[in-house]
């Protein structure tokens, strides 16, 4: 899947795996191609063959779980963690193109007007790009950065873009107002998974993300010179739009969906005019439904995941997965598993996390016998590994985001619980009831030759 870079071959995957669902049907994007994104939110990939007003298909849900990212890297979901890792440690530069195939068609009129862009929510009052990795140059060192943020459409040729303040772009933005003229930027739509996965990485201002995207490929990203932005961008997308932010122009934005399935206002968005848009001959605009949906949840569950493991891994070596769920919408709850804990390693765990993600609000502790992916067990042992006046630790006005829907003046209560098994709780032990290893083993391979297709449950 790896040799094309855009999302088409991921999109075959899922076609041969029966986990994408073709709608024949004409959709509307108003309301229309958003209700049936959150209706399929566990269920499969949506290839919308027919949009009201475009000749363009619409595809969303592509990545929605850590199984079809999994997939879409060519990996195992337990290996996650480690190749974006590796691919911080191991980044691979990018190189020119032999092709140009996104830059098949070329729209310079009203670059925006040509795309079928959904309008999700009932209070939102725009259509918004969702899907688009965009891409930008720090002015003061010319290192690249790649990252999401939403682009809400003003008219055919005009935006807002949503930035929180301390993101890079922003950073890269204000610095180029400061000399005087706006910041280049490029819009990409359908880029292959892996480079949506490290636009999605918390790196250092300096750090290009595809450089990291050509580690999670297993090959350079391919670049082409954009037309009317002083830019290179990934040859084989589907659909890039070229444009330009004024940190000094705002516009007001009113209220947009965020991450824990709620509204907020964060008052203006940033403006941008777009000058061009290309894309390949019969394009694929992708969408991602965000606020509370699976697709969004793991796209930032997954590169968190990864940067907290490394960093508590500093202060517990005996740290061996780290879990952000879809409890806490990928961002707001974190459970530790830790092999064979000493007295005090949790605790110590637990101000790690804190310390490293400051959106983080909850942490629990959990054994190497707990998957910290699997919510159920993680509550099991919540339930029967805690004693609550001696493992839950309160932390009261602790700094959080603006985004955390229960801050006051930019303070929230944390709460660490340590539900690691203590052997002196119970005079019976601590060991869970289970059939031997081996029995457990050969039962796996019995039940597996039953079936053409292996659930998850049947995993090892």
Same mark, same amino acid.
């Given at each position: 899947?790896?040799?094309?870079?855009?999302?088409?071959?991921?999109?075959?995957?899922?076609?041969?795996?029966?986990?994408?669902?073709?709608?024949?049907?004409?959709?509307?994007?108003?309301?229309?191609?958003?209700?049936?994104?959150?209706?399929?939110?566990?269920?499969?990939?949506?290839?919308?063959?027919?949009?009201?007003?475009?000749?363009?298909?619409?595809?969303?849900?592509?990545? &929605?779980?850590?199984?079809?990212?999994?997939?879409?890297?060519?990996?195992?979901?337990?290996?996650?963690?480690?190749? =974006?890792?590796?691919?911080?440690?191991?980044?691979?530069?990018?190189?020119?193109?032999?092709?140009?195939?996104?830059?098949?068609?070329?729209?310079?009129?009203?670059?925006?007007?040509?795309?079928?862009?959904?309008?999700?929510?009932?209070?939102?009052?725009?259509?918004?790009?969702?899907?688009?990795?965009?891409?930008?140059?720090?002015?003061?060192?010319?290192?690249?950065?790649?990252? +999401?943020?939403?682009?809400?459409?003003?008219?055919?040729?005009?935006?807002?873009?949503? =930035?929180?303040?301390?993101?890079?772009?922003?950073? +890269?933005?204000?610095?180029?107002?400061?000399?005087?003229?706006?910041?280049? =930027?490029? $819009?990409?739509?359908?880029?292959?998974?892996?480079?949506?996965?490290?636009?999605?990485?918390?790196?250092?201002?300096?750090?290009?993300?595809?450089?990291?995207?050509?580690?999670?490929?297993?090959?350079?990203?391919?670049?082409?010179? &954009?037309?009317?932005?002083?830019?290179?961008?990934?040859?084989?997308?589907?659909?890039?739009?070229?444009?330009?932010?004024? *940190?000094?122009?705002?516009?007001?934005?009113? +209220?947009?969906?965020?991450?824990?399935?709620?509204?907020?206002?964060?008052?203006?968005?940033?403006? *941008?005019?777009?000058?061009?848009?290309?894309?390949?001959?019969?394009?694929?605009?992708?969408?991602?439904?965000?606020?509370?949906?699976?697709?969004?949840?793991?796209?930032? &569950?997954?590169? =968190?995941?990864?940067?907290?493991?490394?960093?508590?891994?500093?202060?517990?070596?005996?740290?061996?997965?780290?879990?952000?769920?879809?409890?806490?919408?990928?961002?707001?709850?974190?459970?530790?598993?830790?092999?064979?804990?000493?007295?005090?390693?949790?605790?110590?765990?637990?101000?790690?996390?804190?310390?490293?993600?400051?959106?983080?609000?909850?942490?629990?502790?959990?054994?190497?016998?707990?998957?910290?992916?699997?919510? $159920?067990?993680?509550?099991?042992?919540?339930?029967?590994?805690?004693?609550?006046?001696?493992?839950?630790?309160? +932390?009261?006005?602790?700094?959080?985001?603006?985004?955390?829907?229960?801050?006051?003046?930019?303070?929230?209560?944390?709460?660490?619980?340590?539900?690691?098994?203590?052997?002196?709780?119970?005079?019976?032990?601590?060991?869970?009831?289970?059939?031997?290893?081996?029995?457990?083993?050969?039962?796996?391979?019995?039940?597996?030759?039953?079936?053409?297709?292996?659930?998850?449950?049947?995993?090892?």
């Amino acid at each position: 899947m790896n040799a094309h870079q855009s999302i088409r071959p991921f999109l075959e995957w899922l076609d041969r795996t029966g986990d994408l669902l073709r709608v024949p049907d004409t959709v509307d994007p108003f309301h229309e191609v958003s209700a049936c994104l959150s209706l399929a939110d566990r269920g499969p990939a949506l290839l919308f063959e027919a949009v009201a007003g475009s000749p363009l298909r619409i595809a969303g849900n592509l990545l &929605a779980g850590r199984e079809r990212i999994a997939a879409a890297l060519g990996i195992a979901p337990a290996e996650i963690s480690e190749r =974006i890792l590796r691919s911080i440690r191991e980044p691979i530069w990018p190189v020119s193109a032999t092709h140009r195939a996104v830059q098949a068609v070329v729209e310079r009129d009203a670059p925006l007007a040509a795309l079928p862009v959904p309008t999700f929510f009932e209070r939102e009052e725009r259509p918004y790009i969702t899907a688009g990795v965009i891409l930008a140059r720090d002015p003061e060192t010319g290192r690249g950065n790649a990252s +999401f943020a939403r682009v809400g459409l003003l008219d055919g040729r005009t935006a807002l873009v949503g =930035i929180a303040p301390n993101h890079h772009l922003a950073l +890269f933005a204000r610095r180029a107002a400061a000399r005087g003229r706006p910041l280049d =930027i490029a $819009v990409v739509l359908g880029a292959h998974p892996a480079i949506q996965l490290a636009a999605c990485l918390y790196l250092g201002v300096g750090d290009d993300e595809l450089e990291c995207a050509g580690s999670l490929l297993g090959a350079p990203v391919e670049l082409i010179d &954009a037309l009317t932005v002083d830019l290179r961008v990934p040859a084989g997308a589907e659909i890039v739009l070229e444009g330009r932010i004024d *940190a000094n122009v705002s516009v007001p934005e009113g +209220f947009i969906s965020e991450y824990h399935g709620m509204y907020e206002n964060y008052g203006p968005g940033v403006f *941008a005019t777009f000058s061009a848009m290309t894309r390949r001959e019969d394009a694929i605009l992708q969408v991602i439904e965000p606020g509370y949906h699976r697709e969004h949840i793991y796209l930032g &569950a997954l590169p =968190i995941a990864a940067g907290l493991l490394h960093g508590i891994a500093k202060v517990v070596p005996n740290v061996r997965d780290v879990a952000v769920t879809e409890a806490g919408a990928g961002r707001t709850d974190v459970v530790v598993q830790l092999d064979a804990p000493r007295p005090g390693q949790a605790r110590r765990a637990i101000h790690a996390a804190f310390a490293a993600v400051s959106l983080v609000k909850r942490v629990t502790v959990v054994d190497v016998d707990i998957d910290p992916w699997d919510p $159920v067990m993680v509550d099991w042992a919540r339930m029967n590994r805690m004693k609550l006046e001696r493992d839950l630790m309160l +932390f009261p006005h602790s700094g959080t985001d603006r985004s955390e829907p229960m801050e006051e003046g930019g303070l929230v209560t944390k709460a660490g619980l340590d539900a690691t098994a203590k052997p002196s709780d119970r005079a019976e032990g601590i060991e869970r009831a289970l059939p031997p290893a081996a029995a457990l083993a050969s039962a796996r391979e019995r039940l597996r030759a039953c079936m053409p297709r292996v659930p998850a449950w049947l995993s090892a």
